[in-house]
């Protein structure tokens, strides 16, 4: 096949842009970043003014050597404590350590000023791609990815107007599938429990639309701080079922909250799925040995990964990836929890 030229979404700012904008010297910011007192009050705030618009981060890791290639890539994901992010990780890092490059991981916790800080320090070291997770970033944090000119892969969502490069699925469509199964098998009375976190929200908010769609009573949404927790699922199926509302089907935005529903159900003398049908998120590896054993929604995370790193690998060598927005789409795995 014969490399296409690649036709960048945007170009790096540089120093000399931000020096022309505020009106001084390539010199003057840089010495506004690395000795700000000894700059006039009048010129620091120009030259702030021009860094703000510009979304401009200084490359920390320069060293004279500005067109070197730094063999690194750096990835951000929500949480490392949680397993559904590891298997993208996994396969990202093995994906591109065959291509002679390392991997660095940060985790930003479900906070978007982590993630600008983050971001702003990762982009000032000026790696050879980023691997975010997500596409809901703040102005600024789009800003300076924007600004950058470093290849960027957003992962695990998709979206028409992506930084760069985009690998995920459409949170919309699972919350749909998800609320157009359990209507299928005659629940009618349904609950979401699910992270506050913006892509379970965006699902919890389609599969509502959806059941109402359809003629079923409004579901009980139930939100727990992200990242979630089997005690969170645990708690918020109590709470629901202290409520008194009739409830015969529960989606969880993790099989890690699926599971505290599960337990809370056995210990509530409900019958899983008799009374109450429980759908997970993640498919993770525990949730096929459960009793009973856990419908879930799968995604294919290795494959996310894989196709991240070949993003990258195409992009830092200057060509165009095949595509540039790749829809994995999901799989609702059926077994005897619902």
Known sequence: MTDRPLQPRHLSVTVMDV?????????TVSRVFN??????????????????????????????????????VSAVVPTLSGPVFLDTIEALNSRLQQHGYQLMVGQSGYSTSTEDDLVRDIIGRRPDGIVLTGVV????????????????????????????????????????????YLLQKGRRRLAVIGGDDPRSVRR??????????QGAVAP??????APTK??????????????????????CSSDMLALGVLTEARAAGLGVPADLAVVGFGDLNFAADLDPALTTVRI????IGQIAADCIVERA???????????????IVRRASA
Not at 19 to 27: D, F, H, I, Q
Not at 220 to 225: K, S
């Open 35 to 72: 000795a700000p007192n000894s700059v006039n009050a009048k010129t620091l705030a120009k030259v702030q003014a021009a860094v703000a618009s510009t979304g401009y981060v200084p490359n920390r890791g320069a060293g004279g050597l500005r067109s070197a290639k730094t063999r690194l």
């Open 137 to 180: 970033h703040s102005e600024l944090g789009r800003q300076r990815l924007l600004a950058a000119g470093i290849p960027i892969v957003e992962t695990w969502d998709v979206a028409l107007d992506p930084i760069d490069m985009l690998v995920g699925f459409s949170h919309e469509a699972v919350g749909r599938s998800v609320a157009e």
């Open 230 to 251: 089997l005690s969170d699922g645990r708690r918020a199926l109590r709470s629901i079922l202290q409520s008194n509302l009739p409830l015969d089907g529960v989606f």
């Open 204 to 213: 919890a908010e389609a599969f509502t639309a959806m059941a109402q769609a």
């Open 220 to 225: 009980i949404v139930h939100l727990v701080p």
């Open 19 to 27: 020096a022309k904008l505020a009106g001084v010297s390539a010199m």
């Open 317 to 331: 060598a200057g060509r165009r990836p095949p595509e540039l927005i790749v829809d994995v789409g999901f799989t």
């Open 300 to 303: 294919d995370g290795r494959r």
